[in-house]
């Protein structure tokens, strides 16, 4: 996950809620301002929403191309659970 720096001048920070007991619960994004401590330390490596709306876009390409080839393996080898292999 990433800090994304929003058209406002605020962060979207990643943060994760946790049981007591470290379990992770779900993760999330959390909106800080220019007045939370860790916001020029954040700032510094923050991306806007443009670029990370660029390497979406870029992951989800790579997606495709990765699925094209595993769909091209699956026709050349076949399915294991079609052969009831496991």
Known sequence: MYVIRLANGN????????????????DAYVE???DDED??????GALTEDEFAERRR????GDEQLR?????YLARHGNWA???ER
């Open 11 to 26: 962060l979207l920070v990643p943060d994760s809620a946790e049981t007591e007991d470290g379990r992770v619960l779900g």
């Open 32 to 34: 800080i301002g220019p």
């Open 82 to 84: 079609d052969r009831g």
């Open 68 to 72: 094209r080839e595993f769909l091209d």
């Open 39 to 44: 916001y020029l330390t954040l700032a510094a």
């Open 58 to 61: 870029q992951w989800s390409e």
